[in-house]
């Protein structure tokens, strides 16, 4: 997937300077102090080089640094490796008088954690057969691995956990950047809609999905229960997900299909009054099943269908909570409830890779206010399958 955009990966430190990597496995308690000063160096040289680049305007708005580690991993290799409280504490002072040189890229725009298992990580290493790893002990790297899993919140407290056996990389990448592809124009979505353009659209051919959200509130937070699709799964396979699908043409409305989903999927039977519709998302596709979007305003003309996909809420009740069941093993991972804390850390489809912080932080308490003044919910009908609204029905806006 092309989005536009200049990218630059800088030589990983490491293997930059075998020799010395090679000399630091030979004797790691011996050399490891001496190394972790020479990476800190070397971290600050290659900062000062991208922002040389910068100056000289090389590097613009749409370019994309990608660093295979960064000032951050210090850290679980000086835990690991140094013993010596006085080496620790000299490392420690080196770091911070040093680090004032990396403020321009304190804040990562994304920290990615691709995630594999340890024999894995054995194989791997085997495989590429390098000469300084050769004198690695598993009991060291294990080390490392276990410092990763257990205290990457540490390291990097705003990690997005990416599987590394996705099927289709092109669709991580979609659901990650694409709001920050911004190329020389406005993205549609971004821009106002003229009556031409309009007038395009509404001719196209629709492809509707629907999707609910699940979510209750327990330990003063609210939670969502979710899935994160199978292996196998076409489209967006091992992201995560909340539960619907297409509208097929037995389900004469939106709601018609989001119950029979909830049913298929979860065998969860909806209730009407709980089910309130929050947003409706729609985007321009060159293909009928929407995994092609039209992303420029210049190629509106690419565009074949409008996909509408309307985004439900729905409160599970205690009763709820104990009567839906894991019903598609082979489209899903088993669901489970998710913190908003916890989704930050995974990837998802593209609609709710946008939208879920608005998710927490708007639209389910402002459910739960509603529900809590009324007893039930505004159902946010859509008019044209409603044409006799009850005036208690408050459309979205431009729906």
């Not at 490891?32 to 040389?52: D, L």
């Not at 540490?154 to 694409?178: A, G, N, Q, T, V």
Request: hydrophobic letters at 35%; a negative charge; charged letters at 25%.
């Amino acid at each position: 997937m092309n989005l536009g955009c200049q990218v630059f990966l800088p030589q990983e430190i490491t293997l930059e300077h075998k020799p010395l990597l090679e000399l630091m496995y030979s004797d790691i308690e011996k050399y490891s102090f001496m190394f972790q000063q020479f990476v800190i160096q070397q971290f600050e040289i290659n900062y000062q080089k991208i922002k040389q680049l910068e100056t000289e305007e090389k590097i613009g708005p749409n370019s994309w640094i990608l660093f295979d580690r960064s000032k951050n991993d210090f850290w679980p290799f000086t835990w690991t490796n140094i013993k010596n409280p006085k080496e620790l504490e000299e490392l420690t002072r080196f770091y911070n008088a040093t680090s004032t040189s990396f403020d321009m890229y304190d804040e990562f725009h994304y920290q990615l954690l691709f995630k594999c298992e340890k024999e894995t990580m054995h194989q791997r290493c085997e495989e590429r057969g390098r000469p300084e790893e050769s004198n690695i002990p598993t009991e060291y790297l294990d080390q490392i691995w276990d410092i990763y899993h257990i205290r990457i919140k540490e390291i990097y407290p705003k990690f997005i956990r990416i599987p590394i056996d996705i099927r289709e990389p092109d669709h991580m990448i979609r659901s990650l950047f694409i709001h920050e592809a911004k190329f020389e124009n406005l993205r549609i979505e971004e821009m106002t809609i003229t009556d031409e353009m309009r007038n395009y659209i509404n001719n196209l051919p629709v492809t509707g999905y629907t999707l609910i959200t699940p979510f209750k509130f327990n330990n003063s937070e609210y939670q969502v229960l979710a899935a994160r699709r199978s292996k196998t799964t076409k489209v967006y396979a091992q992201q995560y997900s909340y539960f619907g699908g297409k509208k097929e043409i037995t389900d004469k409305t939106y709601r018609d299909c989001v119950k029979r989903e909830a049913l298929e999927e979860l065998k969860l039977k909806v209730e009407g009054h709980k089910l309130q519709l929050y947003m409706i998302h729609e985007y321009l596709s060159k293909n009928k099943l929407g995994t092609n979007p039209v992303l420029q305003t210049d190629n509106l003309e690419d565009a074949k269908f409008l996909v509408q996909v309307p985004m439900y809420l729905y409160l599970m009740t205690t009763f709820d909570q104990t009567r839906w069941k894991y019903n598609e093993p082979n489209n899903m991972e088993k669901p489970k409830w998710m913190t908003y804390e916890e989704w930050t850390h995974e990837i998802w489809t593209p609609s709710l890779q946008y939208y879920n912080a608005q998710i927490f932080e708007k639209h389910i308490p402002n459910y739960v206010h509603e529900w809590t003044q009324k007893g039930k919910v505004t159902a946010n009908l859509i008019k044209g399958e409603f044409p006799d609204l009850a005036t208690e029905n408050h459309p979205l806006a431009n729906v």
